[in-house]
């Protein structure tokens, strides 16, 4: 199935997309992808934003900060997420039981991944509209969608499976 499908069908049921994904067989270089395309996009959601703000204050130009924002969203961003999927495997094990690292960094990867829509509509809205409430409040519905998909896709690879080891 399509990754924009995928997409669109996590918001409605994010434990039936992962477990789907999973009965695929989704591997390392996949949930990699996730990740680096999340990355990616999340860096381009960054424009609008940085050049307002470029514009505002022309003390630090739009290259200067979009070189900052390549920095810590392409380079620091991938490394702090394996660091956050070690420490959500290490939750899920010790309240759940034994979970595959690789369950764990797709459904956070993708999660990310399946909100990025959103934070592109939000970086448009921080440039039209600046540092508001109404910014900061569609934030945290990003957020909060995020979370959502990110507790189903945890509840899925955290539930028992027949056959499974004990």
Request: glycine share 4%.
């Given at each position: 199935m399509s990754v924009i499908r995928n997409?669109?069908?996590?918001?409605r049921s994010p434990r039936i997309v992962t477990r789907g994904m999973i009965a695929q067989g989704v591997t390392?270089?996949?949930v990699l992808a996730f990740g680096l395309l999340s990355c990616g996009l999340i860096f381009v959601a960054q424009w609008p934003g940085l050049s307002?703000?470029?514009t505002l204050d022309p003390s630090i130009t739009f290259e200067q900060r979009m070189g900052g924002a390549l920095f810590g969203i392409m380079f620091m961003l991938p490394l702090l997420l394996y660091g956050v999927a070690g420490l959500m495997q290490l939750a899920v094990r010790v309240l759940a039981g034994p979970v595959q690292?690789?369950?764990v960094r797709l459904v956070l990867f993708w999660s990310l991944l399946?909100?990025?829509p959103l934070m592109l509509v939000q970086g448009g809205l921080a440039a039209f509209l600046g540092p508001t409430e109404g910014v900061t409040a569609f934030g945290f519905v990003?957020?909060?969608v995020f979370l959502y998909i990110v507790g189903a896709g945890l509840l899925e690879v955290a539930r028992p499976r027949h056959g499974d080891a004990p």
């Open positions: 997409m669109l069908r996590t918001y390392e270089p996949q307002r703000a470029a690292g690789l369950h399946s909100v990025t990003v957020t909060a």
